[in-house]
């Protein structure tokens, strides 16, 4: 049954051990535990199992998926969004594991369920070239800030190229070759999972250049570019630079923006 798989994702025994599957593998990301496991587990325990767990887990459908997510709508748009998502999760895992034929929640979305996040939109949009040259302005200008010199390369590099901030984060000096003016991106590291070279013309490779005597030689000397950053530094400094004049906050990962170098 659809219950049996929850519980095996989970690595309980009975669905009543919510405390057990709180200590759940599946709720580490990255090494780390998630900020909010008890969420994930209230959802899968609470109104997924609930909702369709005496169902064959082979013979579930996307119409009961439906189901289940109109029924939960009723209470909220974020736990029927978050039944959906999790349900597509145990699913896939389920799939991968010959418990189940298929994955019905695959092609249920949150967008036409009507449980869709308010500001995914804005989440994933693409920034406007006027907005991009507010902020490299800002970064320049507005000394209130007083970001970290590697978070303003950062934000400045993100501007110019259009990539993702996971793929910044975890890109290597060894992987520039400044001589010719490149940067090789492993596919690991990219949501595509193949590899890319990007040129770097004179106005990044100045940036480049400028990192490069941050981190990549002397006392401050490390393997990554940016020097173990993370993204929620970018996050709190792309905050700070558009709260003080309160314009429309743009988030720059995950947008796919076109570069502008």
């Known amino acids: 049954t659809v219950e049996q798989v929850v519980c095996q994702y989970l690595g309980i ?11 759940s593998e599946q709720l580490v990301r990255k090494g780390k535990r998630l900020r909010a496991p008890e969420k994930v587990v209230r959802s899968m325990l609470g109104d997924i199992v609930p909702a369709i767990g005496q169902v064959r887990a082979r013979q579930i459908t996307g119409a009961q998926v439906v189901q289940m997510v109109e029924n939960i ?3 909220g748009a974020e736990p029927a969004r978050l039944a959906l998502l999790y349900a597509n999760r145990v699913f896939a ?4 594991r010959s418990l189940m034929h298929s994955n019905p929640a695959a092609e249920v979305t949150a967008g036409v369920m009507g449980v869709a996040r308010t500001d995914d939109q804005q989440r994933h949009r693409v920034p406007r070239r006027d907005e991009v040259a507010a902020l ?14 590697r978070t303003r390369l950062a934000i400045k590099i993100l501007l110019y190229m259009g990539i993702r901030t996971g793929e910044l984060i ?4 060894s992987e520039v070759h400044f001589p010719r003016q490149l940067w090789t991106a492993p596919g690991e590291r990219r949501k595509s999972g193949k590899p890319v070279t990007y040129p770097l ?9 400028a990192l490069y005597k941050l981190t990549g030689e002397g006392e401050g000397k490390h393997e990554k570019i940016l020097g173990g950053l993370d993204r929620r530094a970018i ?11 309160g314009k429309e906050r743009v988030v720059l990962w995950n947008t796919g923006s076109e570069p502008i170098a």
């Open 235 to 245: 996050g709190r400094a792309l905050t700070r630079l558009q709260q003080p004049r």
């Open 170 to 173: 975890g890109a290597k000096w």
């Open 201 to 209: 013309p004179d106005a990044l490779l100045t940036l480049f250049q």
């Open 73 to 75: 709508k009723a209470r």
């Open 136 to 149: 490299l302005q800002l970064l320049d200008n507005d000394e209130r800030c007083r970001l970290d010199e």
């Open 93 to 96: 895992w389920g799939v991968a």
């Open 13 to 23: 025994e009975s669905a009543d051990d919510f405390e057990g599957a709180l200590q």
